[in-house]
């Protein structure tokens, strides 16, 4: 049975992207997040997107920056897992943020909006893309211990210290990530 080049090579992408996202996943939820590196290819608008996510532990938050040369740097953040809508919200609505980055005593506040989306795992997230991403996106390639992220009245803590150096290459790699 012969099998194209494309389709080895596109079922290879899968399997480098998806297994140890699915390995990371397996922690117990007990012990402390980590971020991972990945990336995937959009065939329908042929780019690429490159990613950092940080796989939550318990009674942290949860974050997905992503970037491509088409759409720009779009962050994906919440602070529940369950993937139950809080009460009162439904699938798509605008629901605002407050990322509060922390640095020693000091913390700077970004307020975004965006829609709800709840991820394959259950992650319940807003999605914040276009304008309101770039002062996200300028921010997060500065130095900061964390990010608390605040949405519906919950705030969940989503490390930075270790993560710096990943983020400004992930913005290198991206032509369209905001100056």
């Known amino acids: 049975m012969r099998v194209g080049f494309n389709a080895v090579c596109k079922a290879a992408v899968a399997m480098?992207?998806?297994?140890?996202?699915?390995?990371?996943?397996?922690?117990?939820?007990?012990?402390?997040?980590?971020?991972?590196?990945?990336?995937?290819?959009?065939?329908?608008?042929?780019?690429?997107?490159?990613?950092?996510?940080?796989?939550?532990?318990?009674?942290?938050?949860?974050?997905?920056?992503?970037?491509?040369?088409?759409?720009?740097?779009?962050?994906?953040?919440?602070?529940?897992?369950?993937?139950r809508l809080p009460e009162g919200i439904t699938m798509g609505d605008e629901l605002a943020a407050i990322f509060t980055f922390v640095s020693g005593q000091a913390e700077e506040f970004i307020f975004a909006a965006g829609p709800v989306l709840v991820r394959g795992d259950g992650a319940v997230l807003v999605s914040i893309t276009g304008e309101d991403a770039l002062p996200l996106g300028r921010r997060l390639v500065l130095p900061a211990e964390r990010v608390d992220v605040s949405i519906a009245g919950t705030t969940r803590p989503v490390p930075l210290g270790d993560v710096l150096e990943r983020l400004q290459n992930l913005a290198a790699r991206c032509e369209a990530w905001p100056q």
């Open 16 to 83: 480098l992207v998806v297994a140890p996202i699915l390995i990371l996943a397996a922690v117990s939820s007990a012990s402390a997040g980590r971020w991972i590196n990945g990336g995937t290819y959009d065939e329908q608008r042929g780019v690429g997107v490159n990613f950092l996510r940080f796989l939550a532990g318990e009674g942290e938050g949860q974050m997905t920056i992503r970037c491509d040369n088409a759409d720009g740097v779009w962050i994906d953040a919440g602070v529940d897992g369950d993937g």
